[in-house]
């Protein structure tokens, strides 16, 4: 399973090992890490993708991802799949920033292409939240062409889906 790679950004799939060493705190990154990073959102996604690898194996490529800054090849926040693609073909995502990447266009950019990588396997529809008071990652869901679909008393709901989605 190769990088995912945007304009700005590469995707590069997190492996078991990788997703261990940084939930146990066994690595700092280096340099390779923008100061902040990993975020206790990017340690609930490794710890998440690593009980997925533990209950049904490993989900590539509806795994975890980490996100490297092309001009500078820092680590500035991760995204994932909730697991693989349920028996309608939909999947949940998740991601997150550092905070001084914020606000650049970095977080629309990566979901945009986690989307289209999604679609090109044939998923189906695709769902995230957030929640209420995190306006800038419904703006995220929102710029990338996902529509509110709901929202209970801590998130409100997202989701894009397509009719010609291809195996």
């Known amino acids: 399973m190769g990088d995912l790679e945007t304009a700005r950004l590469v995707l590069r799939p997190m492996t078991v090992g990788e997703a261990e060493d940084m939930v146990a705190g066994a690595t700092d990154g280096g340099d390779r890490w923008a100061p902040?990073?990993?975020?206790?959102?990017?340690?609930?996604?490794a710890r998440r993708f690593l009980g997925t690898c533990a209950s049904t194996g490993d989900p590539r490529p509806f795994g975890h991802y980490e996100i490297y800054r092309r001009?500078?090849?820092?680590?500035?926040?991760?995204?994932?799949?909730?697991?693989p693609a349920d028996e309608n073909g939909s999947v949940t995502i998740g991601y997150g920033l550092v905070p001084s990447a914020q606000?650049?266009?970095?977080?629309?950019e990566a979901l945009r292409g986690l989307l289209l990588f999604a679609r090109e396997r044939g998923v189906t529809s695709v769902k995230g939240d957030a929640d209420h008071d995190n306006i800038a990652s419904q703006h995220v869901m929102l710029a990338v062409g996902m529509r509110p679909t709901g929202e209970d008393e801590h998130v409100r709901y997202f989701?894009?889906?397509?009719?010609?989605?291809r195996p």
């Open 159 to 165: 989701e894009t889906d397509w009719t010609d989605a």
């Open 71 to 83: 001009e500078d090849g820092q680590v500035i926040g991760s995204l994932s799949f909730h697991g």
């Open 103 to 108: 606000g650049k266009g970095y977080a629309s």
């Open 36 to 45: 902040g990073y990993p975020t206790d959102g990017d340690l609930s996604a």
